[in-house]
């Protein structure tokens, strides 16, 4: 297993351009996160995804922002009309189908967004 | 909602010194995780730690659920041991996401 993998790992992008990243979980995790983390500070969350289904979103995720996991396999993330302030890196992390309350979440390297 | 607190903010240490870094949370939680950040970004999962004590090489971890509070030790540090520190739990009233809840860091230099 080579853990969670995100693509690109890097993209710069003009302001109001549209973006799509792309996050491939641990295979058989059934749950899978989206983060987004800005300069000196922790994480914050964005959406969660069991299976194909997003049972949760954060209101930072705003309706410029769009997440899918078809089949339940990969998913992606698609920002519209970029501003300045999504620059950020996207973390994308997935854990197992846990029982009981084991969760223990493992993430990919991260999208560094730049928006110039 | 839950607030995670980490202390000290900063850390700067030689090589081959011991340290303990805290994480504070406010409310119950079903799920600690503690992560050290690397300087290219990546997350590296280091314990989860709900509660009681771990240890892995040089790291041990432990945490008190009842008193809201988890420790990180690092002993012997090497300068790989340089980056952030981070804590995460899942608040046990937060719903059933078990979306991580991350603490402010502890930004930690081992000097040679």
């Known amino acids: 297993d080579t853990g969670v993998s995100q693509n690109p790992r890097h993209k710069i992008t003009k302001r109001g351009q549209n973006v799509t990243f792309r996050c491939d979980p641990i295979s058989e995790h059934n749950r899978l996160y989206w983060y987004r983390q800005t300069l000196g500070q922790g994480p914050e969350f964005l959406t969660y995804?069991?299976?194909?289904?997003?049972?949760?979103k954060s209101r930072l995720l705003s309706d410029r922002f769009s997440a899918e996991r078809p089949k339940g396999s990969f998913s992606t993330l698609e920002i519209q009309r970029t501003e300045q302030g999504d620059s950020a890196m996207y973390l994308c992390?997935?854990?197992?189908?846990?029982?009981?309350?084991?969760?223990?979440?493992?993430f990919g390297p991260g999208t560094r967004l730049t928006v110039t | 909602g839950i607030q995670v607190e980490q202390s000290p903010p900063d850390l700067i240490l030689q090589e081959g010194a011991n340290s303990t870094l805290r994480c504070n949370f406010s409310d119950s939680v079903n799920n600690l995780q503690w992560f050290h950040q690397n300087p290219w970004g990546q997350l590296i999962n280091l314990f989860y730690i709900p509660s009681g004590t771990k240890q892995n090489g040089r790291l041990s971890a432990t945490t008190v659920a009842t008193e809201r509070y988890s420790l990180l030790y690092i002993s012997s540090s090497q300068t790989t041991d340089s980056g952030v520190y981070f804590c995460a739990v899942v608040n046990r009233g937060g719903g059933a996401t078990n979306k991580l809840i991350f603490g402010t860091g502890t930004l930690l230099a081992v000097q040679p």
């Open positions: 992390a997935s854990s197992p189908r846990g029982r009981g309350d084991n969760n223990e979440q493992y």
């Open positions: 995804f069991q299976n194909e289904a997003q049972l949760e």
